[in-house]
């Protein structure tokens, strides 16, 4: 049996902590760990965004994740101050629809009486395309015992009789008290066999303590289990030949009713564009609970691809994931415009064609995403400015029950700022911040990374209710699977040649100041000036903060002779260098992971790298290590390795363990969906 309980009663700042807040709370956490065989799902609206984090963490291990569902509704439909009738009329009836797309065995409502002095709505009966088995908890009838002193305000009056008029349409009424019992059965006309007292005590029910409400939780599913078996057996007797519809045809059926019944609301004619358009909003919203989608943030490659290592792994798992999508997931590419965040649809159409299913005449169009609680939203590239600018957007996901992960590739800028322009240390900063604060969890690319990250918010405690997950995975290393550029340039063959005739050395990296360029170049220096024959080729654009650096790169003597700066090549021409190199040389100061390490593996080249934490988890025992910043520390280490590589004693990379990115990813995707 599906139990569905409906804890807007829990939402508000004035309910959450009231008696009925908490003892909504009680039996529900109470039921859940009752339920035995049965599913219990807990459906929460989102515009109390705080109290859905609250009670999600109060649920955990007792429900899986997915189960604690988020429905929309408009803004502003609190009755004590909503003038537009119509508009909350709308909204029981969006709240209705989406209960009925879940298709529980029973709904239960633990309370009534919301909605009045927040954004709440309950309802009984508003959709009439198919009736759900509807339970409530009964706590009082206070004002209708006392109408003189609860209902003078006549919009009250009003209000309270219209959830009077629902509880009695109820299938069910669980009473926390013999009292309340009898007030609904004198003053309401209810049936006695319609009322169950989950309260055997004279003390108040908030104060109690769990193992009785583990009582009043089983006697409540006991009820349950009557309720509905009874109208499985009506429902046999009734229509024995009628062919059940299917779970498509249902929802359908569902819609076209809530689209006829806000259609014939009084006063919706007149309406503004802005209100019709929240509307519809909250429809879609809703309308796209039942497909899961994994929205991929492109927005930094989607403005220009830089072609940097980040982007070549963005692309390489936008590449596995798009080929190989986890089931039941729907894999929506997207970018922010500035204002909000659309799909990547003619981005994706440029280079992965077969992926857009669409005709060729039909024009491409990048719509405005639409985001349900089932969602995950992966941000895959890395993008501050963005980031920081979708900021109440990305809250906005959240708050519908979305869950949003990043990938973190170093947090180099908060460690070393000196190695960046100074502008960028603020932002990145603040950037952690956002999206520790935001997010469910943060996805980094090494366990070193991932131990730099717990580290700095031991320092820097997030402001947030529920844990923040802190995982990794590991980078692939297979380029022909990274949607990889072609293209020689001219002169390739004759540089391959001199590459060939000597031990040659690979650096692979963008030329900034913790990549150890400056100590590699005056290292080779001191190895030409001995009239060791080696080659250095350096492959990578030029970054920041290296103008010294870039202007001896371009006046060497040994330029284009024994000394190769090769910028913007194609993966094509980077592939030909992996295959002819001696070595690859990794002499960064500080990384998040490695990637050209991998890459050198998969071409079994030997490694030469700097004696860091995460080239020893990515290298362990297949790499030549060295220390210090010294160029003549570095050339001694060279001459080492010249001389063990010549006798076959330098270690070899061979054997050394690499993923490919179908691997990497499914590591990824292990690390954000959940379990099954």
């Known amino acids: 049996m599906r139990i569905l309980i409906d804890l807007q009663a829990c939402q508000s700042e004035t309910s959450q902590f009231s008696e009925t807040g908490r003892c909504s709370m009680s039996l529900a956490l109470a039921i859940a760990r009752n339920a035995a065989q049965h599913n219990i799902w807990i459906v929460l609206n989102d515009r109390v965004p705080d109290s859905a984090l609250v009670i999600r963490q109060a649920f955990s291990g007792l429900l899986p994740k997915e189960n604690i569902v988020t429905f929309s509704i408009p803004p502003k439909v609190a009755e004590a101050t909503c003038r537009e009738q119509w508009l909350i009329r709308a909204s029981e009836l969006i709240r209705e629809f989406f209960i009925a797309i879940l298709q529980p065995d029973i709904v239960h409502i633990s309370n ?25 908890t009964l706590y009082n009838l206070l004002p209708l015992l006392q109408p003189n002193t609860y209902l003078a305000d006549p919009t009250f009056r009003d209000y309270y009789y219209r959830k009077i008029d629902s509880l009695k349409k109820s299938d069910l009424l669980l009473s926390v008290s013999d009292n309340s019992r009898r007030e609904a059965i004198d003053l309401l006309d209810v049936s006695p066999s319609r009322i169950v007292t989950i309260s055997a005590t004279a003390e108040p029910v908030a104060k109690l303590q769990e193992a009785f409400w583990n009582d009043a939780a089983r006697t409540a599913i006991e009820a349950f289990e009557e309720l509905t078996s009874s109208q499985r057996r009506q429902r046999r007797q009734s229509s024995i030949s009628a062919k059940q519809p299917s779970y498509k045809q249902s929802c359908e059926q569902a819609y076209q009713s809530l689209i006829s019944g806000i259609s014939k609301l009084k006063g919706i004619s007149n309406q503004l564009d802005a209100d019709l358009v929240s509307i519809a909003n909250s429809i879609a919203i809703n309308v796209s609970f039942p497909q899961k989608q994994l929205l991929i943030d492109l927005s930094a490659m989607v403005e220009c691809d830089l072609k940097t290592g980040i982007q070549r792994v963005v692309r390489s798992i936008l590449t596995q994931i798009s080929n190989y999508p986890p089931e039941s997931y729907t894999i929506t590419p997207v970018y922010w415009d500035g204002e909000y965040y659309r799909q990547a649809n003619q981005f994706i159409s440029q280079i992965l064609p077969d992926s857009i299913n669409s005709r060729r005449d039909d024009p491409i169009a990048d719509d405005i995403v639409d985001v349900s609680c089932n969602d995950i939203f992966l941000g895959l590239d890395f993008e501050i400015r963005c980031t920081l600018n979708s900021e109440a957007t990305l809250r906005r996901f959240r708050d519908l029950g979305a869950e949003i992960y990043y990938v973190v590739y170093d947090i180099l800028l908060i460690q070393h700022p000196e190695w960046f322009p100074k502008e960028d240390n603020p932002l990145f900063k603040l950037w952690l911040s956002v999206i520790s604060e935001l997010s469910t969890g943060l996805v980094c690319i090494s366990q070193a990374t991932a131990n730099a990250v ?54 692979v990296s963008t030329v900034e100041p913790r990549k150890g360029h400056t100590q590699v170049l005056h290292a080779f220096n001191l190895l030409w000036q001995s009239e060791i024959m080696v080659n250095l080729v350096i492959v990578g654009k030029c970054g920041w903060q290296v103008d010294d650096l870039v202007k001896q790169l371009n006046s060497h003597p040994e330029r284009n002779r024994r000394l190769f700066w090769l910028q913007g090549i194609s993966d094509e021409y980077l592939e030909k260098l992996y295959s002819v190199s001696t070595a690859l040389l990794a002499a960064s100061e500080g990384e998040g992971f490695g990637l050209p390490l991998i890459e050198a593996a998969q071409h079994h080249l030997p490694i030469i790298a700097r004696s860091l934490p995460v080239f020893h988890e990515v290298a362990g025992e297949h790499a030549f290590y060295f220390e210090g910043n010294q160029p003549e520390q570095l050339a001694n280490a060279i001459k080492t390795w010249l001389a063990l590589n010549k006798e076959g004693k330098a270690p070899v990379s061979t054997g050394m363990p690499w993923s490919t990115w179908r691997e990497s990813t499914q590591q990824l995707l292990k690390t954000i969906l959940p379990l099954p």
């Open 454 to 507: 717990e580290y700095w918010m031991l320092k820097h405690q997030p402001n947030r209710i529920d844990p923040l997950k802190v995982d990794y995975f590991h980078l692939g290393a297979d380029i022909s699977q990274s949607l990889p550029s072609g293209g020689l340039p001219k002169n390739a063959e004759s540089v391959v040649r001199v590459l060939k005739a000597i031990p040659t050395i690979l650096m």
């Open 112 to 136: 009534l009486f919301e909605g009045w002095e927040h954004d709440a709505v309950t309802s009984i009966g508003g959709l009439p395309c198919a009736h759900i088995a509807t339970s409530a």
